[in-house]
Nanobody, 125 residues
């Protein structure tokens, strides 16, 4: 098993940047592929970005493509989500998730076995 803890959320003005971190403990992080999802109040949890265990392949949801970057440092057992050019509609609780590596990129919540507790990101206009 792996335990995930997100950090780095906060309040930022539109156009600003934040970097979220996802610290993994338990099994080696390189055994897992990673995903980032977000959930706004009253809405479903939706896909933001995902990678493969090496970070060599990445994929993004349409609304964040070109603004957000997913990355990882397996030596530090940490994943990241760099968010630039933030918009008020990016406001949500952001979750990192992990699943055993293999099978390529996955974008559905049901594909992920492990979840962090979430970190709030609020973008003011």
């Amino acid at each position: 098993q792996v335990q995930l803890v997100e950090s780095g959320g906060g309040l930022v003005q539109a156009g600003g940047s934040l970097r979220l971190s996802c610290a993994a403990s338990g099994r080696t992080f390189s055994s897992y592929a990673m995903g980032w999802f977000r959930q706004a109040p009253g809405k479903e949890r939706v896909f933001v970005a995902a990678d493969t265990w090496s970070g060599g392949i990445t994929y993004y949801g349409g609304s964040v493509k070109g603004r957000f970057t997913i990355s990882r440092d397996n030596a530090k057992n940490t994943g990241y989500l760099q968010m630039n050019s933030l918009k008020p509609e990016d406001t949500a609780v952001y979750y990192c998730a992990a699943r055993p590596r293999g099978g390529g990129i996955k974008t559905e919540t049901k594909e992920y076995d492990y979840w962090g507790q979430g970190t709030q990101v609020t973008v003011s206009s």
